[in-house]
Structure formats: C-alpha cells, structure tokens
C-alpha cells in the first residue's frame, strides 16, 4: 500500500503563484517517477510535469517558463512551483508516481486525492 498526500492548492489570482508538494509513503521500495496531473470540467486529464529519478522533467507547452517540478528523493517527495498563473490553470491537480513496493517487484501507478487550483481573471 502506497499513499500519496498533497497540500497546497487554494485560490489565487492571475498572475500570482503557488506551490503544491506531494509525499509519498507506505511500502515503498523505490520510486521511478513522479508527475504532476490536472483535469479541468470536462477535458481528459493530462499530464502537466513530470521528474524521473535521474531528475529530467518535461513540461506541457503550456506551463513552459512558468511552472517548476522538483524531487527531494530523500523524502519521496515531489513538488510544483507555478508562477505567472492564468485562469486556464484552473483544474485538479493531482499527484502521481510509479513505485516498485519490493525488491524485483513490479512498477505500479498511485494517485493522490487530488487538490484544487482556482485561478481568479
């Protein structure tokens, strides 16, 4: 059992910033990747940022220059600096990694519960 508990999210307004974090803990043997998703009302959820464990991250276009994700391996712990919010930010954001829970097991997908953003016009 992996669990994954985020905070952060809330409403800010355009042009403002915030930060969300993101522990995970439980049977953890190791962790590949950590990624950060958002789904607004009614469009598929997509994948915002991502970090692999060699710490390379990718971004969407949209949040290019704007949004940061960083890793603190130590504590399993992902993270996401947004700066320069603009109001199609607005979604659930949600955290997820990859986690091998043993020794020579297999990679499985876990979700957080998900957090807020409401970026104000």
């Known amino acids: 059992q992996v669990q994954l508990v985020e905070s952060g999210g809330g409403l800010v307004q355009a042009g403002g910033s915030l930060s969300l974090s993101c522990a995970a803990s439980?049977?953890?043997?190791?962790?590949?990747?950590m990624n950060w998703y958002r789904q607004a009302p009614g469009k598929q959820r997509e994948l915002v940022a991502g970090i692999t464990n060699g710490g390379s991250a990718n971004y969407i276009d949209s949040v290019k220059g704007r949004f940061t994700i960083s890793r603190d391996y130590a504590k399993n712990t992902v993270f996401l600096r947004m700066n320069s919010l603009k109001y199609e930010d607005t979604a659930v954001y949600y955290c997820?990694?990859?986690?091998?829970?043993?020794?020579?097991?297999?990679?499985?997908?876990?979700w957080g519960q998900g957090t807020q953003v409401t970026v104000s016009s």
């Open positions: 997820n990694a990859r986690v091998q829970n043993y020794r020579g097991g297999p990679y499985r997908n876990y």
């Open positions: 439980g049977s953890i043997f190791s962790i590949n990747e």
